[in-house]
C-alpha cells in the first residue's frame, strides 16, 4: 500500500470531481450554491436620484453663500416622503422636505440635513404636527450633496456576477434588488453515507457486550449537510462481501453523486472492503502521510461515482472528512476555494509530532489581539469529545520534529466564523 502525501491525495480525488449539473432555485434557495449563469443588470439601482438624508431638497445655487452667521430663507413648497413623487418643482427661493429614500424632487439638485436649518431647533413631534412654512439654511450645498445618484451601486447594462460566484446574503440581496426571483446554480450533491463494522449499533439500541453504538455516520452526516450536500443514509454494513454490496447498490439506486464510507480501511481489514469494493469499481488503497487518518481508500464506482473511504476511529474520519471529502463536496458545488479558513496562532505548549503531516486538535482564542492555540490534550483518534472541545487543528508539517511553546503555528479552522468561540 503506498504511502502518498495529503496533497496528493487531495490532488487525485479532486482530479476525479467535477460541478455537478445546473438547476434554477429561487434565490432565497442559493444560499451557498454557486451560480452557473452570468448576471446582469437591466435597471440602475437605486432607479432614481434620491435623497441619502431627512432634510430640504433645495437648489444649490439658492444656498452657495448660507452660513451659520448669514442663513438664508426659504419657503417650504411642500414634502415627499420615500416612496412617493413630491406633485411640485422646487423653484427659485423655495424648498421641499424630504425624507431619506424620496426621490429628488425636479429642480433640486441637493439636499440640506435638518441639522443644518432652523427646524433642527424644533422638536420632531412638533415638526410633524406642524410642518414649517419657512425654513432658514445654516450651510451652503454644493450640487449633488447628500443625493445619491441613479446607479450609484448598479449601472443598467452592467455585469454584477459572473458563473463561479458563491452565493451569501449579501448576493440574495442584490438578486433581489435587480427583480431576479430565481437563478441558475450548480445542484447540490446527494452524498451516500455508509458506516462499516459488526460493532456498530444503531442510536437507539442499548450497548451490548462488544459493541459500540455508531457514531460516524451521524458526524458525518451533519458535516455533509454543513457542506451543502444532500446526506443519504445509507446505515450501517455489516463486515460481510454480501452486505456491504448490498448497501453500495442501494446508494447508487438513490442517485448518489459521492459516497462517503467509515471504517474496514485499515491494515486489519482492508482486504475484506477491498475484495468488496474492487468488485464494485475501481478502488485504490493508500496510507496518506497523516496524522490521524493515515488508511484511505478512493476509487470510482460502476459508472464513475466517486467513493472516499474515511478510516473508522471518530476523529480520524473527521480529520480526514475536513482534508479529502469537505474540497470534493465543494468542487462538486461549482466552489473554485476549497481550503479551508487559517490562522496564524501562537501556540503555548509544545507539541511533537511524528514524521505525518500532523492534525493537532486545538482551542484557538484571542488574546491582546493575536491568535493563541492550546491543545485539548488527549490526541487519540478514538477521543471524539477532543474535536468536540477544538475549534481548529494545528497543521505540523511532515519534517517538523516538535513545536516550541510561543512559536506560530498554522491552524485550520473547524469552525469559522460561526461558532469559532472567537
Ligand atoms: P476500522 O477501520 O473498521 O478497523 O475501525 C477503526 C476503529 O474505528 C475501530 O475501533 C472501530 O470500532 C471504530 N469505528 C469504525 N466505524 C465506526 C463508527 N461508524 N462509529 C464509531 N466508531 C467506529
Ligand atoms: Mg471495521
Redesign the pocket.
Known amino acids: 500500500m503506498p504511502l502518498i502525501s495529503v496533497d496528493e491525495a487531495l490532488a487525485r480525488i479532486l482530479s476525479h470531481i467535477r460541478p455537478l449539473e445546473t438547476e434554477r432555485v429561487p434565490i432565497l434557495d442559493a444560499q451557498g450554491r454557486v451560480l452557473a449563469e452570468e448576471i446582469f443588470s437591466d435597471i440602475d439601482v437605486p432607479p432614481f436620484d434620491n435623497s441619502a438624508m431627512d432634510g430640504y431638497a433645495v437648489r444649490s445655487a439658492d444656498v452657495a453663500q448660507a452660513t451659520l452667521q448669514s442663513p438664508v430663507r426659504l419657503a417650504v413648497a411642500g414634502s415627499v416622503a420615500a416612496g412617493y413623487v413630491a406633485g411640485m418643482r422646487v423653484e427659485p427661493g423655495t424648498a421641499i422636505r424630504i425624507m431619506t429614500g424620496a426621490p429628488l424632487p425636479e429642480g433640486a439638485d441637493a439636499v440640506v440635513p435638518y441639522e443644518d436649518t432652523s427646524d433642527f431647533d424644533r422638536p420632531k413631534d412638533e415638526r410633524l404636527a406642524a410642518p414649517a412654512g419657512e425654513i432658514w439654511v445654516r450651510a451652503t450645498a454644493q450640487p449633488r450633496d447628500h443625493v445619491r445618484p441613479a446607479g450609484e451601486d448598479i449601472h443598467r447594462g452592467e455585469r454584477v456576477m459572473a458563473p463561479g460566484r458563491a452565493i451569501r446574503p449579501q448576493e440574495i440581496g442584490v438578486l433581489a434588488s435587480l427583480g431576479r426571483e430565481s437563478v441558475l446554480v450548480h445542484r447540490r450533491p446527494r452524498v451516500a453515507i455508509l458506516?462499516?463494522?459488526d460493532?456498530?449499533l444503531e442510536v437507539h439500541e442499548p450497548l451490548q457486550p462488544g459493541k459500540?453504538?455508531?457514531?460516524?455516520?451521524y458526524t458525518n452526516t451533519a458535516l455533509v449537510a454543513r457542506t451543502g450536500g444532500i446526506p443519504i443514509r445509507l446505515g450501517?454494513a455489516r463486515d460481510t462481501k454480501a452486505h456491504l454490496v448490498a448497501r453500495i447498490r442501494a446508494g447508487l439506486e438513490q442517485g448518489a453523486d459521492l459516497f462517503l464510507t467509515?471504517?474496514?480501511?485499515?491494515v486489519?481489514?482492508f482486504d475484506v472492503v477491498k475484495d468488496v469494493l474492487g468488485s464494485e469499481g475501481q478502488m485504490q488503497f493508500w496510507q496518506v502521510c497523516m496524522k490521524p487518518g493515515k488508511?484511505l481508500a478512493f476509487g470510482l464506482l460502476a459508472g464513475g461515482v466517486p467513493l472516499i473511504g474515511l478510516?473508522?476511529?471518530?476523529v480520524s474520519?473527521m480529520v480526514s472528512f475536513e482534508q479529502f471529502a469537505r474540497p470534493a463536496i465543494l468542487k462538486m458545488l461549482g466552489h473554485t476555494d476549497l481550503a479551508k479558513p487559517e490562522v496564524r496562532a501562537i501556540l503555548d505548549e509544545p507539541i511533537t509530532n511524528s514524521g505525518r503531516r500532523g492534525f493537532v486538535r486545538v482551542i484557538v482564542s484571542r488574546r491582546e489581539g493575536r491568535y493563541h492555540a492550546r491543545t485539548t490534550g488527549e490526541q487519540g483518534s478514538?477521543v471524539l469529545t477532543s474535536m468536540s472541545r477544538a475549534n481548529g487543528l494545528a497543521i505540523i508539517p511532515e519534517e517538523v520534529e516538535c513545536v516550541e511553546p510561543g512559536s506560530e503555528v498554522t491552524v485550520q479552522m473547524l469552525d469559522w466564523p460561526e461558532g469559532a468561540g472567537l
Do not use: F, K, Q
Open positions: 458506516a462499516t463494522g460493532e456498530l459500540i453504538r455508531n457514531s460516524n455516520e450501517i467509515s471504517g474496514g480501511v485499515s486489519g481489514d488508511p478510516p473508522g476511529n471518530p474520519a478514538g
